[in-house]
C-alpha cells in the first residue's frame, strides 16, 4: 500500500471536498482520499499494483479541478 499527497487547485468547499474524495474512490485499488481544503491538498492511499498516479490525477482533473506536478 502507497500514500501519496496530490495538491489540488481549486478546491474551497465541502462539494469541493465530496467530489475529489469520491471520484478517488470510486478507483479500484484506492483504499482511501482525504482532502484538506485548507492545505489544498488530497492524500491518497492505494494499491500502487492496481491504480496509476495519472489514474488518480485524471479522476481528479475530470471532475474541474488541477492537479499540480
Known sequence: ??????AVQGMSCGHCKSSV???LNQLDGV??????????NVA??????KVTLAAMKEAI?????????
Open 21 to 23: 474524495e469520491g471520484a
Open 44 to 49: 491518497v492511499a492505494y494499491d500502487d499494483s
Open 1 to 6: 500500500m502507497e500514500t501519496k499527497t496530490l
Open 31 to 40: 483504499s482511501s482520499a482525504e482532502v484538506n481544503l485548507e492545505a489544498g
Open 61 to 69: 482533473e475530470e471532475q474541474g479541478y488541477d492537479v499540480e506536478a
